[in-house]
């Protein structure tokens, strides 16, 4: 890749990725009207399932807010967008290797006979469901994957195919509708495991493997306190001070597992990633004559990029309401002339500021440590050794997973070297993480003389940063040990009963 010249201080967009307080749902207006192509989280580690060290895992996440009773349609992919992962392996900001994903919803249109005619079902099954595309199943949802080398912008890769064949079609399990659709409480789980699929990558000598399908949802925050002003103790308890807002909810994950030697370059150990959706620029309605109901018809035109996300915590609270689309459809190579502004002088600190007395803001300008943890990578941990600056996902692939039972949720920060902000783990609190390091713990950290390349010193964040918390947290414990690492989802059963007496006003 080419090298490119950038300018050091309005790429302080590292800040964007640090500071905001809210994963990427519904973070921008554009995006609120297609939640189908909304990225939420994205994840990169290196695989800690026992005998999987030569691997990396990448999960990204899509359509937010899942109620597990939605049916009767439940989420299905957009077929009509596509879903893309980008690793650079080379520092400069651009992907080197893109693995683009489709998907085909095919109706069966399954009948019963009722009086003497044969009448479609309203429901997505007609019985219980077990195996990969059972005759049950009304409406089969499959995907394919190309591996596009050297860029995203040509229009076809070569396919990912199944191990041991040259099958590129894939079955994505249906969402967890149910117990007594998948007969009883475990059934769910042993039905979505038949859809973990080993697969051959092209070019690669070595099989990685692929899921996709509903999980719980992982993320865990505070979120509507958040919005609401910051309407808790910013300096309260780490544990057990709020409710995870989004325990009851579902998400929709694209997980692939890769060998390192085959998304690496020679002599670069640190890739970077990150997770995009498009849409075609014209979407053609059709209008039913029988019913009068508007339809799908077909898309036309050239792809746009609706949805951007690589490090986690991007768009919600620093760019402006008018920008944050375009910055869905922006490319990391271009964050320094487009984003600048929001990120130089971050409003975000000064208003915790503001709605926390205590809480003083760093006095540091430009902010030059949030350009190092967030744009380039840490010095030592996971900085690419050429690297341009870009906000997107880093991950150091030779440092050792940490396993299971072992992770410490303040990754690097609480001496675990193998988490957050070196990669991103499903239990790393990145929140508190990000809270902390934009309230200046860096400046804290690297002491007076600078130890972490940070460009700043303990005078420039009074407060310090370090104890800053949501009041939410979750450890390794709550996910699980293998491959794809994020639990079986709600099932469509899930309906609290209300307390008793209670009154609506």
């Known amino acids: 890749m080419k090298p490119r010249l950038m300018r050091v201080l309005p790429l302080a967009l590292a800040f964007i990725s640090g500071t905001a307080l809210a994963s990427s749902h519904r973070e921008a207006p554009g995006i609120t009207v297609t939640p189908k192509v909304d990225g939420t989280d994205l994840y990169m580690f290196r695989s800690y399932e026992a005998g999987r060290q030569d691997f990396v895992t990448i999960l990204a996440n899509y359509m937010p807010f899942q109620d597990p009773q939605g049916g009767p349609n439940y989420y299905m992919f957009d077929p009509n967008a596509r879903y893309e992962i980008h690793i650079d392996n080379t520092g400069d900001g651009v992907e080197d290797i893109t693995f683009r994903f489709r998907f085909q919803n095919t109706s069966k249109a399954t009948a019963l006979g009722v009086g003497g005619k044969q009448v479609k079902i309203p429901l997505i099954e007609s019985g219980p469901i077990s195996g990969v595309n059972p005759a049950s199943l009304n409406v089969r949802e499959t995907y394919t994957i190309d591996a596009v080398i050297g860029g995203r912008g040509l229009d076809k890769g ?4 199944k191990a041991g064949g040259a099958e590129a079609e894939f079955d994505k399990p249906v969402d967890n509708i149910g117990d007594k659709s998948f007969g009883g409480a475990t059934g769910y789980a042993d039905y979505a495991a038949q859809h973990i699929y080993s697969v051959n990558l092209p070019g690669c000598g070595t099989p990685g493997r692929v899921f996709v399908g509903q999980r719980k949802e992982p993320f865990y925050i505070a979120v509507g306190k958040i919005f609401d002003l910051l309407n808790l103790n910013l300096l309260g308890p780490e544990v057990g001070g709020n409710n995870n807002d989004l325990e009851g909810k579902n998400i929709s994950t694209i997980a692939m597992e890769l060998p390192i030697s085959c998304i690496t370059s020679p002599g670069e150990p640190v890739i970077g990633a990150f997770t995009t959706a498009s849409m075609q620029q014209v979407r053609l309605l059709d209008r039913s004559p029988e019913s009068g109901i508007g339809r799908t018809s077909r898309d036309n035109g050239p792809w746009v990029q609706v949805s951007r996300l690589g490090m986690p915590l991007v768009n919600e609270l620093v760019i402006g309401l008018d920008d944050k689309d375009r910055f869905n459809a922006s490319h990391p190579r271009d964050d320094a002339s487009n984003f600048a502004d929001y990120v130089t002088n971050p409003s975000l600190p000064a208003l915790v500021q503001v709605l926390n007395p205590g809480a003083t803001a760093p006095t540091n300008f430009p902010r030059t440590d949030l350009v190092t943890v967030f744009l380039k990578g840490i010095a030592g941990v996971n900085q690419p050794k050429n690297v341009v600056l870009a906000e997107m996902l880093r991950l150091n692939t030779s440092t050792a997973a940490t396993p299971r039972g072992s992770q410490n949720p303040l990754g690097v920060a609480g ?5 957050f902000p070196n990669g991103r783990r499903p239990a790393d609190d990145v929140v508190d993480l990000s809270l902390r390091v934009a309230m200046g713990a860096l400046c804290v950290l690297t002491g007076p003389s600078d130890r972490l390349q940070v460009g700043c010193r303990p005078t420039d964040a009074p407060v310090g940063g370090l104890a800053f918390t949501d009041g939410v947290r979750k450890t390794d414990a709550n996910y ?12 469509g059963n899930l ?10 006003p």
């Open 495 to 504: 309906n609290p009963p209300a307390a008793a007496g209670t009154t609506f």
């Open 158 to 161: 070569a396919s990912v195919t």
């Open 415 to 419: 001496g675990d070297s193998a988490g």
């Open 480 to 491: 699980s040990a293998i491959f794809p690492y994020l639990t079986t989802p709600l099932h």
